[in-house]
């Protein structure tokens, strides 16, 4: 692979922002700082040049409620590479009657089409104190993070706290990361569907204590997926205090919608679980971003068409619940943050880069601007501005939650390992060229 010198461009990392050339070579960050040109030189003057974002959260073809996510593996990573998104983690496919070894191999095999880097955690579900075992042979596999939930009971999925008690204490032994899906199934009505009546936030903030305690019990760490409220941050903070190794994740859902969407007629579409919450819990989340107090901001990308939404409007406990995101994970994280000044651009390095990569065993090689890195780079214009609309996004559905939304920034150069997924705007990614990752 030929050299590549990108010049003049603005760097960013959770530590700093300045000026700042970077050479590329056989797909790695080579060398930064001031340097002399040589091989293909790109000129990034004017524009930000950031750190492939990681979505740590994603759900590609994925069955719910009778139907599947709308985004497969070959959609759903060609959206993420147009968004400058060049790492997904998404989850096997947990099944009471597959081992978990078997769910990884044929995950992998289902994402060879991927168009960007992935990793993967095991979704744990119908599990039993008798299949510790099976962790091990994960991790041998590269999967070290296991996600589980404390809702859900009527399908299956949940764990109870005593099994959950002795996995983490497995994980913690194999150097991995629980993450837990932190409802309380004893606070929510699963008849209300996927909604603030029937899934309030002191359902999230029982689970959150309840998963502090045992985090610091266990030792193991342990990553709350999509905290929506302010009892939710609450919990988590209270278990920090305590000296619990927990760590917290939100959405942009969460940061730009409230619940006051589920009084539109098309409400239903905006169907999530959690569910949306209130202004106060935006702006506490919004708060908490600003004294970088979380690990990562995800999208928990599960995407559906109308045609799968719509004729569940008047059964909520059959609608399936999710919203896309993926494509707008960069530019709705920059725009409403960054040049809407709730965050600075070295927090977006964070949470979009080195918070995720360290969670989740991808760092160093992911996540940073650094010497020996992948070059997993995104070049971001930070005085374009455009509108979201659902038909011109690549996302394979015909809903955005942000029909209409004005966003300032653009992404307008996107490499993976050195390669160009998108150049002066215009996407190049090739489905089958993501890796798989493991957790060393």
């Known amino acids: 692979m030929a050299e590549l010198l990108l010049t003049g461009g603005t760097v960013v990392t959770p530590r700093r922002v300045g000026p700042g050339d970077i050479l590329v070579r056989e797909g790695k960050i080579a060398r930064i700082g001031k340097l002399r040109a040589r091989g293909e030189v790109v000129s990034a003057r004017g524009l930000l040049v950031l750190p492939g974002a990681i979505d740590a959260h994603v759900h590609l073809d994925l069955p719910v409620a009778g139907t599947r996510s709308a985004d497969d593996w070959r959609s759903g990573t060609l959206a993420a590479a147009a968004g400058g998104v060049t790492t997904v983690i ?17 995950r992998i095999a289902q994402a060879r089409e991927a168009a960007v880097d992935y990793a993967l955690r095991g979704e744990i579900v119908g599990w039993s104190a008798d299949r510790m075992g099976e962790l091990a042979q994960a991790a041998e596999l590269g999967v070290r993070s296991f996600k589980f939930y404390l809702a859900y009971a009527a399908s299956g999925r949940r764990t109870d706290l005593g099994t959950l008690r002795r996995a983490m204490e497995a994980i913690r032994n194999l150097g991995g990361t629980a993450m837990v899906h932190a409802e309380s199934e004893e606070l929510v009505d699963p008849r209300g569907g996927p909604f603030p009546e029937a899934r309030p936030s002191v359902s999230e903030e029982v689970a959150i204590a309840e998963l502090g305690i045992l985090a610091r019990e266990t030792g193991c760490p342990t990553y709350i997926a999509h905290i929506s409220s302010r009892q939710g941050l609450a919990a988590l903070r209270a278990a920090q205090r305590a000296g619990a190794p927990v760590v917290g994740e939100t959405c942009p859902h969460y940061l730009l919608l409230d619940e006051g969407v589920y009084r539109r007629p098309d409400g239903h579409r905006f169907s999530v679980t959690p569910p949306l919450r209130t202004g106060a819990d935006q702006e506490a989340l919004w708060n908490t971003l600003a004294r970088r107090a979380l690990q990562a901001v995800a999208t928990d990308h599960c ?7 719509d004729p569940f409007r008047d059964d909520p406990s059959r609608i399936p619940s999710g919203l896309p995101g993926v494509e707008l994970l960069l530019p709705l994280f920059y725009s409403e943050g960054v040049a809407g000044e709730r965050i600075g651009l070295r927090d977006l390095a964070w949470y979009l880069g080195e918070g995720p990569a360290r969670a989740f065993g991808l760092w160093p090689r992911k996540g940073g601007i650094r010497v020996g890195a992948d ?11 455009w509108t979201v609309h659902a038909q011109d996004l690549h996302m394979r559905t015909d809903f955005s939650p942000y029909e209409g939304l004005r966003v300032q920034g653009r992404v307008v150069g ?6 160009w997924l998108v150049r002066d705007g215009e996407l190049l990614a090739r489905p089958g060229r993501g890796r798989f990752l493991p957790w060393p």
Request: hydrophobic share 35%; glycine share 8%; no cysteine.
């Open 90 to 106: 998404d989850f096997t496919l947990g099944s009471p009657e597959v081992p978990l070894p078997q769910q990884i191999e044929r």
């Open 303 to 309: 995407p559906f068409r109308n045609d799968q939404k």
């Open 375 to 385: 070059a997993d780079l995104v070049l971001l214009d930070p005085g374009a501005s």
């Open 414 to 419: 996107v490499l993976s390992r050195g390669e």
